[in-house]
């Protein structure tokens, strides 16, 4: 597959790394020095693109690959308004887009157990819930993608909470997340669920980037001749669509 990468930082890097050694070409580096590289002429032949770059960038730079024909992995968070008019134009191309928060085996093992952890939960009024989460000081966005997720996934499972809030424990209808900001921490998020007599605890640690750019690149893989809108869910228990015999 040749892969175009959109954002060629520290996550570009490693994301590289993984896909040249499954086998994959990377066919286009794009940084914010050479941004108007990112055109219909350089996407000719590239396969999947996968984008890691900034909230402000990130929709532009989607919908600018699905317009050019190239289905794309996208792991900005922070852009939520937009998910779902690019979900909307790579359905209308016949095209492929996933977005995810987190794209770490691990972590998305982590989010099953997230949920089935709240639905178990759910009605038990003796404990409250909180987030905690720790990435390196690079990371613009906060709370973490991932721990929005992990959020949403409690409210949808216990009955009392509303919405979630960063770093606020006084309102009882939210899940409370705590966002810090620490060097060379890749990423580590914490659910909890306190009460008077015991606390329940779920953390998920990561050591390194690899996890994130193994799993983007699966992603990749994954979408590769698919048309429609995906989740990692997908990729890892096989639960999206036969590939399209004719792309």
């Keep these: 597959m040749n892969i175009a990468l959109i954002g060629y930082g520290k996550m570009g890097h490693a994301?590289?790394?993984v896909a040249v050694r499954r086998?994959?070409?990377?066919a286009l580096r794009i940084t914010s020095a050479n941004?108007?590289?990112?055109?219909?002429i350089n996407l000719r032949d590239v396969d999947v693109a996968i984008e890691f770059t900034n909230p402000a960038a990130a929709k532009e730079n989607v919908l600018q690959?699905?317009?050019?024909?190239?289905?794309?992995?996208?792991?900005?968070?922070?852009?939520?308004?937009?998910l779902s008019d690019a979900g909307r134009k790579a359905e209308e191309l016949g095209l492929a887009f996933l977005h995810a928060s987190n794209f770490s085996v691990g972590v998305n093992?982590?989010?099953?157990?997230?949920?089935?952890?709240?639905?178990?939960m759910n009605g038990r009024t003796d404990y409250?819930?909180?987030?905690?989460?720790?990435?390196?000081?690079?990371?613009?966005?906060?709370?973490s993608g991932t721990a929005i997720t992990l959020a949403e996934q409690i409210i949808e499972n216990i009955g009392d909470k509303k919405r979630w809030l960063l770093n606020d424990f006084n309102d009882i209808d939210a899940v409370p997340i705590i966002a810090h900001r620490?060097?060379?921490?890749?990423?580590?998020?914490?659910?909890?669920?306190?009460?008077?007599?015991?606390d329940i605890e779920i953390i998920h640690t990561a050591h390194n980037r690899e996890g994130f750019a193994l799993g983007a690149v699966l992603a990749a893989e994954y979408i590769h001749g698919r048309t429609g809108v995906f989740g990692m869910k997908e990729v890892l228990f096989a639960c999206g669509s036969q590939k399209n015999p004719g792309k």
């Design 128 to 143: 409250g819930v909180s987030i905690e989460e720790t990435h390196h000081t690079q990371k613009k966005d906060a709370p």
């Design 23 to 26: 086998g994959h070409t990377i």
């Design 65 to 82: 690959c699905l317009s050019a024909g190239v289905s794309a992995v996208c792991g900005t968070t922070g852009w939520n308004e937009g």
């Design 15 to 17: 994301i590289e790394q």
């Design 182 to 198: 620490v060097e060379q921490v890749p990423g580590t998020h914490k659910v909890s669920y306190s009460s008077s007599i015991d």
């Design 109 to 120: 093992i982590f989010f099953e157990i997230n949920k089935l952890l709240a639905s178990l």
């Design 35 to 40: 941004k108007n590289e990112l055109n219909e």
